[in-house]
């Protein structure tokens, strides 16, 4: 079975700092990768996915993640936050099921407080 | 173009109503999912659809279930409302098959009172 592990429930961080929040995940497959954003009282939006090829994804907001096998991790980066990045923050992990698509397996999610 | 769309935003029922939510996906977006996330138990897979058949279901009891029609609009019912059906539901739209990634709408948060 599929699994993401997020160690940090909550980051505090000041603005113009760098952050980097922390997914691992297990699998027996191979894998899609992917990071939300949710902003309060909204829906998921997606920042970045790791598909295939190159283990170093960029995305929205200047957002970049790193993809290591080895490790089974997919880090979140962000060389400078900005008080609008406070939002919680889930990586997940995409399986492709037997009966065809897919699902989304969530990790329990980082709250990123930017604060000034 | 448009986005995911749900309706309604918000709903308040009662315990052993059912309910029903709607779910429009980006025009072409052929696959809906449904996902739940609680405070508890955080965002789980509830069923996913494609060309009006489901192709998968998650770990709910029947009491969950949902549709989607030929132009690819989806619906979800929960009957016998249960207090711990509170949560924020939301859909997700992708073309099909391949593992782009859902684009997700803004959800519709049932209270159940």
């Known amino acids: 079975a599929q699994s993401v592990t997020q160690l940090d429930s909550q980051v505090p961080v000041f603005e113009e700092a760098p952050v980097e929040l922390r997914c691992n995940y297990s699998s027996s497959v191979s894998v899609y990768l992917f990071w939300y954003v949710q902003y309060p009282n909204q829906g998921l939006q997606l920042l970045l996915k790791?598909?295939?090829?190159?283990?170093l994804v960029k995305g929205i907001n200047g957002f970049e993640a790193e993809f290591n096998k080895s490790q089974t991790s997919f880090h979140l980066r962000k060389p400078s936050v900005h008080i609008s990045d406070t939002a919680e923050y889930f990586c997940a992990v995409s399986k492709i099921l037997t009966g065809g698509g897919n699902k989304l397996t969530f990790g329990t999610g980082t709250q990123l407080k930017v604060e000034l | 173009k448009a986005g995911v769309t749900q309706t309604p935003r918000y709903l308040i029922k009662t315990r052993g109503q059912q309910v029903t939510l709607s779910c429009s996906p980006i025009s072409g977006h052929r696959s809906v999912s449904w996902y739940q996330q609680t405070p508890g138990q955080g965002l789980q897979f509830l069923f996913e659809?494609?060309?009006?058949?489901?192709?998968n279901k998650g770990n709910f009891p029947g009491r969950f279930s949902g549709r989607q029609f030929s132009n690819s609009r989806s619906e979800m019912n929960v009957s016998t409302l249960e207090l711990g059906d509170s949560a924020l539901y939301l859909c997700a739209s992708s073309r099909s098959t391949e593992n782009y990634g859902y684009t997700f709408g803004s959800g519709t948060r049932l209270t159940v009172v």
């Open positions: 790791y598909l295939s090829g190159s283990t």
């Open positions: 659809y494609f060309s009006e058949t489901q192709r």
